[in-house]
């Protein structure tokens, strides 16, 4: 079947309709020209805020201070920078519960969480803070921090709002974010938090660690302060060894077997 190509496209053939039109003389109309489609896009963006707006759950968020210069890179954190102390504004929320696996390390919880802001509210949430963001416009990134302050206020026995750490951000997604080739959000995905002693890093409530000693916590100058929230070990792990096989019994060697002499 023989398509007509000419009936696809809208023609300004005669110029004296141009005193009216954005078009110029000849040109084909596109539905995804960003010269003409400014008004579609903006309707676009209203939508957008409003969705989130009614559907959305107001969450704390903190920026990492984390910069190239001081950075543990072996570790991926700078305990001196730390975080900032916690923003909030109103995000679309999608969280994929997983199921707790227990591993000889502990238990592994692999919650993660897709999170929708738009670009214009997250800008202005956070447009005083030009020292995290030198550049321009202040965007998410890898590191950062969302607390579910508001879906986890109810919870019981001390729980708080679960802690998610971004690991991706996306502005581009055609299929889903951008209509009319606009750019309107921030897609956000973010996995569960593992607390550290970074600065000013948020802990979730009823969230107990085990270790093996009291003396390992926050630092405040040279000091150590005991962490209250831990649990520490009743034994230490060389005191388990011994129970298994005792070393100083048999001269101290480093051989079950015996030694070369």
């Not at 957008?48 to 954190?77: C, F, K, P, S, W």
């Not at 202005?124 to 321009?136: E, F």
């Not at 879906?151 to 889903?176: H, K, P, S």
């Not at 938090?193 to 000693?213: C, H, K, L, M, W």
Request: proline share 3%.
């Amino acid at each position: 079947m023989a398509i007509d190509t000419a009936s696809m496209f809208t023609v300004i053939a005669d110029c004296n309709l141009l005193d009216n039109m954005f078009l110029s003389c000849g040109e084909v109309y596109r539905v995804l020209d960003k010269d003409t489609n400014g008004g579609e896009r903006q309707i676009t963006q209203n939508y957008y805020t409003e969705m989130i707006g009614m559907y959305g759950q107001r969450i704390n968020y903190y920026i990492n201070g984390t910069n190239l210069v001081d950075a543990d890179n072996l570790y991926g954190e700078a305990p001196l920078e730390g975080y900032s102390v916690p923003y909030f504004f109103v995000m679309y929320i999608e969280v994929n519960d997983a199921s707790p696996l227990l591993s000889k390390y502990g238990l592994i919880s692999d919650d993660d969480m897709t999170a929708i802001v738009t670009i214009s509210s997250f800008g202005s949430a956070l447009s005083a803070l030009s020292a995290y963001y030198p550049s321009g416009i202040p965007e998410p990134k890898s590191g950062d921090l969302i607390e579910l302050n508001e879906y986890g206020t109810d919870r019981i026995n001390g729980r708080t709002g679960r802690i998610f750490q971004l690991t991706q951000r996306l502005d581009e997604d055609v299929a889903r974010i951008n209509p009319l080739m606009g750019h309107y959000l921030w897609i956000l995905k973010a996995k569960r938090f593992d607390f550290t002693y970074e600065a000013n890093s948020p802990r979730e409530g009823a969230s107990n660690q085990v270790i093996d000693d009291t003396f390992t916590g926050t630092f405040t100058g040279d000091n150590v302060l005991i962490d209250g929230n831990l649990n520490p070990f009743e034994q230490t792990t060389n005191e388990v060894s011994n129970d298994i096989f005792d070393y100083g019994a048999y001269g101290n060697t480093d051989d079950v077997y015996g030694g070369y002499s």
